[in-house]
Antibody, heavy 119, light 106 residues
């Protein structure tokens, strides 16, 4: 069965960086895009970026263009999201999600990773 | 960026009720709309994609309609497990979610 397993919760200080992993199983990793979506406490969903595990190509929301980097390691079917220059506004649950290029809806999601930014 | 205005932000209803949630896009997005359900502490789950296609495994009481700028999600007969938060999403130009509709028990 398709699964996206994310790394555990993390606490960071303002100005630091965080790297969240998303390990895929149960399907061909290179056959689907991986998207990253975040959700601040009690708030809605905010799309951040996607990566094509096949080509390594990426696309970032303008808001995060200068602070987020997506990478992948196809040998272990894992995608990574690194967010820099953290502030308290970055405190959120970060989700990875899978999408087919032909449909663009997110059919499987990771369990979410809580990142807390606090001094 | 294309904005998605979702309404209502909260909705009180009873088991068996028919409910409708609306999303309005700030530009023509054809039928590039998806609907998700999210329960507390869980990841969202896709219900409807491409405005009206039911995702495999999703009960048929869920349906979607619309095109252009106006879209609706309808639940024909609410079940206890349907009380959750619902989000629309446009995928026409990058990706944007609506603010969410919290469906609570009356």
């Amino acid at each position: 069965q398709v699964q996206l397993e994310q790394s555990g919760a993390d606490v960071k200080k303002p100005g630091a960086s965080v790297k969240v992993s998303c390990q895929a199983s149960g399907y061909t990793f290179t056959g689907y895009y991986i998207h990253w979506v975040r959700q601040a406490p009690g708030q809605g969903l905010e799309w951040m970026a996607w990566i094509s595990p096949n080509s390594g190509g990426t696309s970032y929301a303008q808001k995060f263009q200068d602070r987020v980097t997506l990478t992948r390691d196809t040998s272990i079917s894992t995608a990574y999201m690194e967010l820099n220059s953290l502030t308290s506004d970055d405190t959120a649950v970060y989700f990875c999600a899978r999408a087919a290029a032909s449909t663009w809806y997110f059919d499987f999601w990771g369990q979410g990773t809580l990142v807390t930014v606090s001094s | 960026d294309i904005q998605m205005t979702q309404s209502p932000s909260s909705l009180s209803a009873s088991v068996g009720d028919r409910v409708t949630i609306t999303c309005r896009a700030s530009a023509d997005i054809v039928r590039y709309v998806n609907w998700y359900q999210q329960k507390p502490g869980e990841a969202p789950k896709v219900l409807i994609y491409a405005a009206s296609t039911l995702q495999s495994g999703v009960p048929s009481r869920f349906s979607g309609s619309g095109s252009g700028t106006d879209f609706t999600l309808t639940i024909s007969s609410l079940q206890p497990e349907d009380f959750a938060t619902y989000f629309c999403q446009q995928t026409y130009r990058t990706y944007t979610f609506g603010q969410g509709t919290k469906l609570v028990i009356k």
